[in-house]
């Protein structure tokens, strides 16, 4: 925003993270429009636009308030368009509209696709499962799919306290394990003397599956069986998220059967990366940017510039404060600086 000019918005060339432009005739004179730009299209249906589009890859769109109408411009071409999966695995609501694409709807694909793995890994033997029970709020929605593809009850066995925050963000973690016993509590009738498959949209630090697996069989639970809507998120999410330094995820490095004995669990089954995609794609996009599951990022984002950040992030605060300048002119490649440099002198030039 610009005081005295006007508002702008800018979607990178991949369209990696959402963004959406709204209009509505204004509130205070009818013969106006009111414009709002958005990450996520409940935000402009709640304040009333119901004529909203995604800005696209690559678009800028500037409101001056001298002008009745937005100026759009394409001032980078984009040949992949590849949305931020994990938008729709945990960060958007599931009320969104991303893309064209509807964020319950990949979340219910999710819950059927996990279903068809759930049937492999138990050899279609469901009698070892009693009830479905998803760790709230996220999971909810492909928890209820997939105990319906499997026939098994569905039940809500955690009630969230809603005023503790998100636990996967929270600075530290003596802090994350015990926000996650403030944040849930158990039903224990839905958890004594049976055996359940607990469903969540994914597994981070595993600090929430170690707590919650452990609170289950404190419940009474005789098997504790734990599955991810996601894939193994083994490297960093590089995009305005920052989940954990490589070391601190708990796929990073480990098997399936290291990470089952880590959290506790009797048997950890993961989404298949091709499903999770497919639970996404729709008619006009087939790709998305998947990094945290396969390291492989869209931006080609170098491995010695994530090694910089996680080095600088492990240092004391003073540390930080006082040598960050003269330790990212070190650290950094001369080729990353030169690349910024020229990015940077093309943007300023168009």
Known sequence: MLAGYGLIAFRDSNGIKPL???????????????YMIASESVVLKAHGFKVFRDIL??????IPKSCS???????????HHAPDIFEYVYFARPDSILDGISVYHTRLNMGKKLAQT?????????????VVIPVPDTARDATLSCAEILGLPYREGFIKNRYVGRTFIMPNQAERVSSVRRKLNVMESEFKNKNVLLIDDSIVRGTTSKE????????????VYLASCSSPI???HIYGIDLANKKDLLASNRSIEEITAKIGADKVIYQKLNDLIDSCSSSTITDFEVG???GNYITGCENLYLSHLELFRSQPLITKANGFHNSCAIDLSHSIRSQVDVNLYNLCDQ
């Open 20 to 34: 959406l432009i709204g209009e509505r005739t204004s509130v205070n004179n009818g013969n106006f429009k009111d």
């Open 212 to 223: 919650i697996v452990q609170m289950a069989r404190e419940a009474g639970a005789k098997k």
């Open 292 to 294: 945290v599951f396969n």
């Open 69 to 79: 109408k937005p100026i759009f411009k394409q001032i980078q071409n984009f040949t």
């Open 234 to 236: 083994r490297f960093n």
């Open 57 to 62: 890859p690559g678009e800028a769109v500037i």
């Open 118 to 130: 759930l049937l492999e890994q138990f050899d279609n033997d469901l009698s070892k499962i009693d």
